[in-house]
């Protein structure tokens, strides 16, 4: 049985919910969705500038459990924006 998942610290609260290609409906799109931690952990990283200890402690999680975390961010991104989907941030 695996290990309880261990609370995040979450402080960022995004404006938006959605980005999408323009020019197609939504409704004809697929999506990506974002999870609260993993948008957490690419706006600590990317655009505050912290390394991944820093950023682990702000999230309160191990540094290999952020940097997985933001692996799967990227990841994420890369498959919406190569392939044209609909990137969700989840609330």
Known sequence: ?????????LQFKPNVHY???????LRELKEV???KDELEALK??????LDQ??????MEISQPTFARTLDRT???LADGIINS???KIKE
């Open 19 to 25: 980005f999408k290609p323009r020019g197609i409906p």
């Open 1 to 9: 049985m695996p290990r309880p998942r261990k609370q995040r610290r």
């Open 44 to 49: 600590l990283h990317d655009v505050d500038g």
């Open 53 to 58: 200890i820093k950023a682990a402690e702000q």
């Open 85 to 87: 989907k609909a990137i």
């Open 74 to 76: 990227y990841k994420k």
């Open 33 to 35: 969705v974002l999870e």
